[in-house]
């Protein structure tokens, strides 16, 4: 039964990088702790405000937003933060190595139903010691130093990676700690499972409607092999299905948005969910290109995102 505080020590991470791991996770279990309480604690709902992308939020949204913000600034590893629910970056006082990048609370319109949630986080190492500003953050994918994701789900669950591999931690709530579960997770190659909201299929690009049409065909239609569906409604929940039992997951850009630049936010949506799949083995991109090679231009921008099984990703890019 390995810790993840003793985990962290063996992951070849600096001290400050497993600092800056540990307090995003220590948060995290306290978001859990939040949502254990839901309506109990008056903290479901709206909020009430629209934050930078015109998205309503929700009072948890905002909360747990909150909490990552001021324990992350509070770090002496930390230089700044960027958030979906803050419109600019929020420089520290200090000035720590560290960037990091946070969706504080995916899959917000799961929370009035009690489904799953989740936070998903971006870590990048800044040189110097100036203080901080936007372009900092505009660093390709592929130079995170670590990235994961904690699913608030019938267990609360932390996945990361820090470049070596994908690890599994479950959250011992009696200890109030989290406890590797499994090491090295890999994701199969090849799958008959995929995630996408079908009731946006007649704004996709052809491509997608035909590529989707094939999996719906089954074994009587082209690709010869039954496919099942599957739709959390938070990314999070996707994505770690995926990591434990394979599949494909798509939000692709569609039609109804004249930038057809997709849903998702490539960096603290996109980038760090593509590091986690790369590591395990499996791809992922826009319909185009590498997710960890975009050249981000803001912090807050939108990308299309196919991810999962490496040979179901090549296939659905082939259309
Ligand atoms: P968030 O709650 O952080 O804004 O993200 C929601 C995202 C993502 O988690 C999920 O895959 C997708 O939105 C769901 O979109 P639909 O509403 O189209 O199902
Ligand atoms: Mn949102
Ligand atoms: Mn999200
Ligand atoms: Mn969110």
């Not at 139903?113 to 203080?131: A, K, L, R």
């Not at 109030?176 to 995630?195: D, K, M, Y």
């Not at 798509?250 to 849903?263: F, L, M, R, S, T």
Request: proline letters at 3%; hydrophobic letters at 40%.
């Amino acid at each position: 039964m390995q810790s993840l505080a003793q985990f962290l020590e063996s992951d070849s991470s600096s001290a400050s990088l497993q600092e800056v791991l540990f307090v995003t996770t220590q948060t995290c279990i306290e978001i859990s702790s939040a949502l254990k309480k839901g309506s109990l604690a008056g903290i479901l709902g709206m909020a009430g405000n629209e934050n930078v992308q015109g998205e309503e939020q929700k009072k948890l949204d905002v909360i747990s937003n909150n909490m990552l913000k001021s324990a992350l600034l509070a770090s002496p590893a930390v230089r700044a933060i960027a958030s979906e629910e803050e419109d600019d970056i929020v420089p520290a006082t200090t000035t720590g190595e560290y960037l990091i990048a946070f969706d504080p609370l995916d899959g917000s319109s799961n929370i009035d139903i009690n489904s799953m949630v989740g936070t998903i986080f971006s870590i990048y190492q800044q040189v110097g010691s100036q203080p901080a500003t936007e372009a900092d953050f505009l660093k390709p994918g592929k130079e995170q130093v670590a990235a994961g994701y904690v699913l608030y789900g019938p267990s609360t669950m932390l996945v990361y990676s820090t470049g070596n591999g994908v690890h599994m931690f479950t959250l011992d709530v009696e200890k109030g700690e989290f406890i590797l579960t499994r090491e090295n997770v890999q994701v199969e190659t090849e799958t008959q499972e995929f995630a996408i909201n079908m009731s946006n299929q007649r704004f996709w690009a052809d491509a997608m409607q035909h590529y989707v049409n094939d999996l719906v065909a089954g074994k009587e239609g082209s690709r010869g092999k039954n496919f099942n569906m599957r739709w959390v409604a938070a990314m999070v929940g996707d994505v770690h299905r995926i990591l434990c039992r394979g599949g494909i997951f798509i939000y692709p850009w569609d039609n109804k948005d004249p930038n057809k630049a997709g849903k998702l936010r490539l960096m603290y949506e996109a980038n760090p969910m593509a590091m986690l799949l790369e590591q395990a083995g499996g791809k992922a991109f826009t319909h185009t290109d590498r997710i960890l090679d975009i050249q981000p231009e803001g912090i807050h921008q939108r990308v299309a995102v196919v991810l999962g099984a490496a040979n179901e990703v090549d296939k659905c890019l082939s259309y």
